[in-house]
């Protein structure tokens, strides 16, 4: 079955960096487009970015535009989220989650991981 | 930016009677193919989101036909006709007609 398990997650200064990844199982990722999805503590739901099923194509928030970068491991079914620059509204919880391909949905998401932005 | 608002922001329901949410969009969701990529998701308490409705109508894999969505161009609504337990939860619509994706400021439902 479908799996995505994220990791990396954790307490990082404002202005600093952090990577996050998230490992999948069940599917290839050479065949599903692949999303960030970030949720603040007690607040609503954020779209972050999206890599397309062939790589080629990203796309992000403009809220992160040219601080985070979407990529992908298709050797080891990998999705990684490179977080530079991070500010205090940063700090959220981030899914990953999988493209629901050709519907332009979200139909499976992982457990989440915490990053906390504080100095 | 498309907004979608979404009304009520709390529904209070009585175990099997029917809540229904409403979600209005900023811009047509309409897309240049002839879609509408409005979809609706579950969070229940401590849990990632999951997907019930995609393309205004379609219910996910797995997903209760207690639960339907409506609507067409600005204006979608999500109802369960008779609410349970393990409904409880808040209730998020998105659009993906176009980038950014956004999502609904959610609607907590809860038993009464």
């Known amino acids: 079955q479908v799996r995505l398990v994220e990791s990396g997650g954790g307490v990082v200064q404002p202005g600093r960096s952090l990577r996050l990844s998230c490992a999948t199982s069940g599917f290839s990722l050479r065949n599903y487009g692949m999303h960030w999805v970030r949720q603040a503590p007690g607040k609503g739901l954020e779209w972050v970015a999206k890599i397309s099923f062939g790589g080629a194509k990203k796309y992000y928030a403009e809220s992160v535009k040219g601080r985070f970068t979407i990529s992908r491991d298709i050797t080891n079914n990998t999705l990684h989220l490179q977080m530079n620059s991070l500010r205090d509204e940063d700090m959220a919880v981030y899914y990953c989650?999988?493209?629901?391909?050709?519907?332009?949905?979200?139909?499976?998401w992982g457990q989440g991981t915490l990053v906390i932005v504080s100095s | 930016d498309i907004v979608l608002t979404q009304t009520p922001l709390s529904s209070p329901v009585a175990l099997g009677q029917p809540a229904s949410i409403s979600c209005r969009s900023s811009h047509s969701l309409v897309h240049s193919d002839g879609n509408t990529y409005l979809s609706w998701l579950q969070q229940r308490p401590g849990q990632p989101p999951r997907l019930l409705i995609y393309k205004i109508s379609n219910r996910f894999s797995g997903v209760p036909d207690t639960f339907s969505g409506s609507g067409a161009g600005t204006d979608f609504t999500l109802k369960i006709s008779r609410v349970e337990a393990e409904d409880v939860g808040v209730y998020y619509c998105m659009q993906a007609t176009e980038f950014p994706w956004t999502f609904g400021q959610g609607t907590k439902v809860e038993i009464k």
């Open positions: 989650a999988r493209d629901f391909q050709g519907n332009w949905a979200i139909d499976y």
